[in-house]
């Protein structure tokens, strides 16, 4: 605590400067206040009342906005609830956030993209097979081009 007056720096609250006897019995409450709120957030958390710490936090924020010990442990809560708030389907989308992707959902993704690829590169295979035999059954018989007889097993032709 420090003088407004004469910038003494107080080793404890007083209600009077040892040396320019100015009244300082505001910031004595003050500081008073602020010890009362950290003890009490500090016992709810060793009961494990975050509930009750939490608003203990937040009634010392009031008075110190800048308390640094108040401030750590309401930005830890705040950052928990963001968290849990975005880890919820519905949240994310009601976010604008893209839907989380789970492992399952990856692999069924993976798996579904090669099937799909396969039929895709089969039936392009097969419709570029039969218009090439459309195209053979269709000419002319001089202009066929009939694949050669197969030799057979003795090495010889028949």
Same mark, same amino acid.
């Given at each position: 605590?420090?003088?407004?007056?004469?910038?003494?720096?107080?080793?404890?609250?007083?209600?009077?400067?040892?040396?320019?006897?100015?009244?300082?019995?505001?910031?004595?409450?003050?500081? *008073?206040?602020? %010890?009362?709120?950290? *003890?009490?957030?500090? @016992?709810?958390? %060793?009961? +494990?009342?975050?509930?009750?710490?939490?608003?203990?936090?937040?009634? &010392?924020?009031?008075?110190?906005? *800048?308390?640094?010990?108040?401030? %750590?442990?309401?930005?830890? /809560? &705040?950052?928990? &609830? %963001?968290?849990? *708030?975005? @880890?919820?389907?519905?949240?994310?989308?009601?976010?604008?956030?893209?839907?989380? /992707?789970?492992?399952?959902?990856?692999?069924?993704?993976?798996?579904?993209? /090669? /099937? &799909?690829?396969?039929?895709?590169?089969? +039936?392009?295979? @097969?419709?570029?097979?039969?218009?090439?035999?459309?195209?053979?059954?269709?000419?002319?018989?001089?202009?066929?081009?009939?694949?050669?007889?197969?030799?057979?097993?003795?090495?010889?032709?028949?």
């Amino acid at each position: 605590m420090q003088c407004p007056q004469c910038q003494t720096i107080l080793s404890a609250p007083a209600r009077r400067c040892p040396k320019c006897q100015a009244d300082l019995d505001l910031l004595a409450d003050l500081a *008073d206040r602020l %010890r009362i709120g950290l *003890d009490k957030a500090d @016992s709810h958390l %060793r009961d +494990g009342n975050l509930h009750g710490a939490m608003w203990s936090y937040l009634h &010392v924020l009031e008075t110190d906005p *800048d308390n640094p010990l108040a401030r %750590r442990q309401v930005a830890q /809560v &705040v950052t928990a &609830v %963001r968290q849990f *708030d975005l @880890s919820t389907p519905e949240r994310r989308k009601a976010a604008g956030l893209p839907p989380e /992707v789970t492992k399952g959902a990856l692999w069924r993704r993976t798996i579904l993209g /090669v /099937v &799909v690829g396969a039929l895709l590169f089969t +039936g392009t295979f @097969s419709m570029g097979f039969l218009a090439g035999m459309r195209a053979n059954w269709n000419a002319p018989p001089e202009e066929r081009k009939d694949p050669p007889a197969a030799d057979n097993a003795m090495g010889g032709r028949n």
